[in-house]
Every structure is written in C-alpha cells, then in structure tokens.
C-alpha cells in the first residue's frame, strides 16, 4: 500500500510564514515600519529555506531517513519564493522601482552585490527543478549545476552579516549552521577519499 | 529628642478635627489601601504606560508646522541598544527602568562643576515644544513634538572655562535596568559628543517630554539630547555626565566603526553610508520615499557652523 503523502502538510507549514506576513500587512500588526519588517522577515526564510534545504542530504546520512529525500525539491523551491519576494520587496515597495538607487546600491554595497549574486544564481536551479529537467540535461550535469547551492547559501549567510550594524548574534547562528553543514560534507569527502578501495 | 512645650491656649488636636472628619479620615486610609493594593496587581507595564503631563509648556519658533508621527510610532519604534538590538525592544524591555531618582553629573573644563537633578531641570527652566524632524542613519525619519529645554541655558550655569571645546554626553550603565547591556553588542557606557558651539546651538535641546508628557522610558527617559540636523545616534539617551572636554570626544559608535561613523553625523544626503544610502528617506507610516535635505533641512540655522569644513571628511 502506498504510505500517505505529507507533501500538503508540509507545503502549508512552508507556507504559513508568507501567510502570516500577508495577514500581518492587512492586520497592521507588522509595527511602525512594516515594509522593513516585510523585508526583513522575507530575507530570514529565504535563508532558513537556504539551510535547510542543505540540511535534507545531512539529514539522510545522520539519520538513515531516505524519506527526507522527498522534500530536498519544495524547500529549495521556497528558498527560491521567499527569495524571489523578498527582492521584489527591495525593488518594488522599498525603493519603489527607482533603478538609480537600485543601482548604485549593487555596485556600491558589497552586501547587496553579494545578496543580489545569490538570487541570480537561484534562478537557474529554480528553473531546472522539474524532474522533466534533470533528464533533458543529464543528472550529472544536473547535479553539477546544482552545487551552485553552497555558493548560493554562502553568499547568503554573509548578505545578512554585512548589513548589521553591530549585533552579529543572529548571523552568526546562521553561519554557525552553514558551517555545521559543510563542515559534514567536507569531512564524509575527505573519508571518503581516505578509504577508496572499500565499499 | 523633641520636647514641645505646649501652651496652655493652644487647640488640642481633638479639638482641631471634628469627629465626623476624623472617620471620614479613617474610611479614606482604607480606601487608599486598597487603591495601593490594587495598583500593585496591575502589570508592570500598564503602571509605567501612565504618561505624566508636563505643565507650562510654551510653543517654539523652531518647531516646523509638517505634520507630528502618531505616538504609538514615536514610541513603538526605537533604536536603544541598551534594551536591545531590536525596533520593539525598547519598549518591551524597559519595565525595569527607573527614570527617578535621577541626577547628571556636570564636570570637566567648567568654573562651577555639579550636578543636575531632574527636578531641577522642570523646576528652573522653561519647557518647550519643538516639533523637530529626526532622521535616522538607517535612512528613516519621524516629526516628533519634544518637550525640552535649550542645552546652552543649561551648560553657561556650570561656566565653561576656555579650555572646554567640546562637551561629551554619557549614559547610565545598570543591565538590570538595560537588559541589553548584558552582552558587549557596543562598547557601554553609550558616549556621544558635541563641539561647544554645537551644543550652544539654539536648537539643541535637552528633551524631557514627548507629546506634552515625560519621555517614556524607550524614548531615553527622563532626560536625552536631541540634535536634528544630526543622525538620530547622535542624540544620546538616558544622560547621567555631562563633560565639558578639551580634545574631540570618541563616540560609540566611531569605536565601534570607525570607517562607518564620524563624529559630526551632519544629516546629509551627498554622503552615504556603507550600507545605506543617505539620498532618500522613509517617513514612518508613509509609503514613498522622500529626498533627504541637507543638515536635516536645518541649514538656514546651522550651515554656518561647518563653513570651513570639507563634510564628505569630516561626515
């Protein structure tokens, strides 16, 4: 018998944050400076979708779970939603389509140089996330196109620790997650490597 | 030990308070403690909400007629490290705070050093509204009605001497009444300075109220600088010295950047700061951005301090 999926479940849980902002703009209950707020909230999922879509393989590999698989591709897709509306929020509502400003903000501003980096390389990851995609391009060539997750998630732990101004508590957990979570891969390669004629 | 001798022709206290007084008396202790009983059940917060008016305050030429933002905004969304790093932290974590007793230490290059007590500064000096424009570094602003009183009437009591060319402000260190002082986010005390012809200015002010009442705790109670053509950092809170000094004082914030933070943080929309852009500005509760002026749109007043100077070096 087939098990139940949770997929719904598990795509309304990802979802709530969006509602809840969405509710909280309507409500006013987002405080005296909602479009920071909207920004500012829609840039920590991106980045938590970020990290926790790394943590799927580490997941599997701590925990035997094979099942967890099953999600790697929603929650990169989130990554990619949260991302995706927290960058028209910058353009659209913060600097209200004033490209000027936009501008000189991603040349001047290694923080948003860096943010805007991460999004673009998204894209093609986001494009490429239907099943029909991995087989037109080949599942090597996929999952090296794929690997432009580290760098994406990089970027966005230091998007975050370069626009505060003092208090680094916060990025620093993040970066401490990231670390958490490459730090595991580099370590399973270099056994890997260690021991080449087992297995 | 006091003896009182008393005179044969004076009252008897009995005398002095009718009977039906005297239980009117008793009824009124009862009831007031069970008022004070009450008042000790309601929550913290809902006690130290109640504003406190300030009475005789006069109206100033400086204040601009733009439209004050809403007090829930004005108190709701502040930058206060000391409570926290957060907009809301201020006013969530600031129940412990205590704004009396309340004293400032006057010292340094002055004839009459002392101190300045809270009271003194309702009781002997003239309350003022200014409704003054205040721009945020972080590229937001708010119109805020402040109650206060010029700095310069304050500072030429204590005479400084020749020697004093700057005058450096310090806030109170207590991480039970600063939560966020229990961690080093920035160098604590919270210090911040003026040149003495800035602090003489006319439109520096010692605030100590808000919308006619005594500041709230997260807005730097009981008594703060505000500066306006300056970045709202430079207008520090909660004030316990004043100290006139010789040699430019080093702020905070200049020890914690400083390739971010000058020390005159003149409001100006030609130099930007790493992270923000200082061309435009939010006004809080609006939707669109607005140019930011020069000096905060204070340079009539206060070009003339800086003509000499080169702002983009000296930012």
New interface residues.
Partial sequence: MKKLSLKPVVFLVFFSPFLWLVYGVFAGKL???P??YVLRDLGDWTLRFLLLGLAVSTTRRLTGWNGVMRYRRMIGLFAFFYGFLHLSVYIG?D??F?WA?IW??IV??P?ITIGMAAFIFLIPLAVTSPKAMVRKIGPARWKKLHQLVYVIAVFGVVHFF??V???V?EPLLYMAVLIFLLGERFYRNVSAFRRPYHS | MLIKNTIASDPKSFEITTKSLYMDRRRFLQMSAGAIAGAALMPWSVQAALPKKIDGIIPSAFSTDEPT?KY??VT??NNF?EFG?G??DPLDNSVNFKPRPWTIQVDGHCHKPGTLGIEDLFSQYQQEERIYRMRCV?A?SMVIPWVGVELAAILKKFEPTSKAKYVEFTTLVDEKQFPGQK?P??PWPYIEGLRLDEAMHPLTILATGIFGEELPAQNGAPVRLVVPWKYGFKSIKSIVRIRFVEDQPTSTWMK??PSEYGFYANVNPGV?H??W?Q??E?R??E???QPTAMFNGYGEEVASLYKEMDLRKFY
């Fill in positions: 405080g005296a400076n479009i920071e509502v600097h209200f004033d400003t000189k903000d001047k501003r923080y370069l626009l101004k003092a208090d508590r | 933002n829930d905004e709701s969304y490290y790093t907009k809301s972080e937001w961690y986010i920035i914690q950047a930007d790493p992270r852009s061309a435009k939010r809080i509760g939707f669109f951005r």
